[in-house]
């Protein structure tokens, strides 16, 4: 079913203020401000509010407000994980590349 295909996909509060005030009343959640991290799901926008054109991702038509808030009756929390760092990762694969089977083998000692 189309149902089951369907990807849950979020979106940020827009800029445009006065579209953005109509998202806040929509959500009719009273002296509450969305934060730059706000965002809503797909869940909340009617299908003709989405657009499913391209297979990856699915986008919301320009100036849709959300309206569907029935089998949600407070506002989840979704817990998005920060963008991984680049430096990090290329610490870790400095430090692989130049440690040779020998020191990795000193090392694991060491720790023992």
Excluded at 31 to 38: H, N, Q, V, Y
Excluded at 79 to 97: A, E, F, V
Aim: hydrophobic share 30%; proline share 6%; glycine share 0%.
């Amino acid at each position: 079913t189309i149902k089951s295909l369907q990807i849950k996909s979020f979106y940020r509060f827009p800029n445009n203020i006065d579209i953005r005030q109509k998202w806040m009343d929509a959500i009719g959640k009273a002296d509450w401000e969305p934060k730059a991290t706000s965002v809503l799901c797909t869940k909340h926008f009617r299908e003709e509010d989405l657009d499913r054109t391209s297979l990856s991702c699915v986008r919301i038509r320009e100036n849709s407000i959300p309206s569907l808030f029935i089998d949600s009756p407070t506002l989840e929390k979704v817990k998005m994980k920060p963008p991984k760092r680049r430096h990090d990762s290329l610490n870790q694969l400095t430090d692989t590349i130049e440690e040779s089977p020998r020191k990795k083998k000193l090392r694991q000692e060491l720790i023992k």
